[in-house]
């Protein structure tokens, strides 16, 4: 039996326990308490954080990993789950927003966070310093936000080095999903990237869309979890197959020039979100003051992986993400592949590569 002891603040739970609670993090002029389950196995492994709630109007993961943590018996385990189900109290209760009402800061721009910055860099240092640092693998699970459709999806960053890739490529394709999304470096201020560039093996998991929260995409979450724990040995394997994957870079984001109303000319219906080229229309938007129409073409060639589901756009506002398989031989490198039109966004996958 592993004799460790596993706390964050003044939650502690000892070897073959389960503990849940909340720790307060001090986020300078106002404080959140951050629920946690901590499951501390009965034999040595690896330490696995799983996050939900980064984001607001990110309901299932939020969902699927309470039924997780409701699962998992510290008999079971090897190694030490860390599971935090609203990791941005704020952003979750208090809006619906990838912004955190506080600060109007999203979250999944800054991390790893600034200590004496402003309340959400605060909470993203928090969430470091107290969860992410201590990882052997970091999982942080979103969805498409209440006025976004996507396809689901892991995302994951090249570090150039070549065992954590290797680890990294391996644990994203356990989920189950098909399309694995490769960013072909680490920078940016994405929780999976910033865990990345500290050598942690870290995932970004998208699944669902649309504010919804239906059981069905929350077992198929649930299940993609334990698939995973089993695929990095904290859980005993089983007799179920490998799942198949295809590997996608992004080719480009695409972001709104006008405020108006934005008709999509692509198709949202599940499992058919098209594939365009480079130049066709990817929809209007109509300034609804004089009908003046602005034409929104795509700059790349791609599948979209998600795009904007709202009527209502803004500049800056994210309307559209594509992405291209994934060729090693003819990729174009970190450096030189530019992305264009990439504003402020509303994704957490950060399509910049
Ligand atoms: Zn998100």
């Given at each position: 039996?592993?004799?460790?002891?596993l706390?964050?603040?003044?939650?502690?739970?000892?070897?073959?326990?389960?503990?849940?609670?909340?720790?307060?993090?001090?986020?300078?002029?106002?404080?959140?308490?951050?629920?946690?389950?901590?499951?501390?196995?009965?034999?040595?492994?690896?330490?696995?954080v799983?996050?939900?709630?980064?984001?607001?109007?990110?309901?299932?993961?939020?969902?699927?990993?309470?039924?997780?943590?409701d699962?998992?018996?510290?008999?079971?385990?090897?190694?030490?789950?860390?599971?935090?189900p609203?990791?941005?109290?704020?952003?979750?209760?208090?809006?619906?927003?990838?912004?955190?009402?506080?600060?109007?800061?999203?979250?999944n721009?800054?991390?790893?966070?600034?200590?004496?910055?402003?309340?959400?860099?605060?909470?993203?240092?928090?969430?470091?310093?107290?969860?992410?640092?201590?990882?052997?693998?970091?999982?942080?699970?979103?969805?498409?936000?209440?006025?976004?459709?996507?396809?689901?999806?892991?995302?994951?960053?090249?570090?150039?080095?070549?065992?954590?890739?290797?680890?990294?490529?391996?644990?994203?394709?356990?989920?189950?999903?098909?399309?694995?999304?490769?960013?072909?470096?680490?920078?940016?201020?994405?929780?999976?990237?910033?865990?990345?560039?500290?050598?942690?093996?870290?995932?970004?998991?998208?699944?669902?869309?649309?504010?919804?929260?239906?059981?069905?995409?929350?077992?198929?979450?649930?299940?993609?979890?334990?698939?995973?724990?089993?695929?990095?040995?904290?859980?005993?394997?089983?007799?179920?197959?490998?799942?198949?994957?295809?590997?996608?870079?992004?080719?480009?984001?695409?972001?709104?020039?006008?405020?108006?109303?934005?008709?999509?000319?692509?198709?949202?219906?599940?499992?058919?979100?098209?594939?365009?080229?480079?130049?066709?229309?990817?929809g209007?938007?109509?300034?609804?003051?004089?009908?003046?129409?602005?034409?929104?073409?795509?700059?790349?060639?791609?599948?979209?992986?998600?795009?904007?589901?709202?009527?209502?756009?803004?500049?800056?506002?994210?309307?559209?993400?594509?992405?291209?398989?994934?060729?090693?031989?003819?990729a174009?490198?970190?450096?030189?592949?530019?992305?264009?039109?990439?504003?402020?966004?509303?994704?957490?996958?950060?399509?910049?590569?």
């Open positions: 039996m592993s004799d460790t002891t706390s964050i603040g003044s939650l502690e739970a000892g070897p073959g326990t389960k503990v849940r609670g909340s720790v307060r993090a001090d986020l300078g002029t106002l404080t959140a308490d951050i629920p946690l389950t901590l499951v501390n196995g009965t034999r040595p492994g690896p330490r696995v799983i996050t939900a709630g980064v984001h607001g109007g990110e309901f299932t993961p939020i969902d699927a990993v309470v039924r997780l943590a699962r998992l018996e510290p008999g079971e385990v090897s190694g030490q789950v860390i599971i935090c609203v990791a941005n109290p704020n952003a979750v209760y208090q809006g619906r927003l990838n912004v955190s009402p506080v600060d109007g800061v999203n979250i721009r800054v991390f790893p966070g600034d200590p004496d910055g402003g309340p959400t860099e605060r909470l993203a240092a928090w969430l470091f310093a107290n969860l992410v640092d201590g990882a052997d693998v970091y999982v942080d699970l979103h969805c498409g936000g209440i006025d976004q459709v996507l396809r689901d999806f892991v995302g994951y960053r090249l570090t150039g080095d070549p065992d954590l890739d290797k680890a990294t490529a391996e644990l994203a394709g356990s989920f189950g999903i098909e399309d694995l999304m490769i960013g072909l470096n680490a920078d940016g201020g994405n929780s999976h990237a910033a865990a990345a560039r500290r050598g942690i093996s870290a995932v970004l998991v998208e699944v669902g869309e649309l504010g919804q929260r239906d059981g069905a995409t929350a077992r198929r979450r649930v299940d993609g979890l334990f698939r995973a724990l089993r695929h990095l040995g904290v859980l005993d394997p089983d007799d179920s197959a490998p799942a198949p994957i295809r590997e996608w870079v992004w080719s480009a984001g695409v972001t709104a020039e006008a405020t108006g109303l934005w008709y999509p000319e692509f198709s949202f219906d599940a499992d058919v979100i098209g594939e365009v080229a480079e130049g066709d229309v990817l209007r938007i109509i300034d609804p003051t004089d009908g003046t129409e602005h034409t929104v073409h795509a700059p790349a060639g791609g599948r979209i992986i998600y795009g904007m589901h709202g009527l209502t756009v803004a500049p800056g506002t994210e309307l559209a993400a594509l992405a291209i398989p994934w060729d090693p031989d003819t174009p490198s970190p450096d030189t592949l530019s992305v264009p039109g990439m504003g402020r966004g509303s994704d957490e996958a950060d399509p910049r590569p």
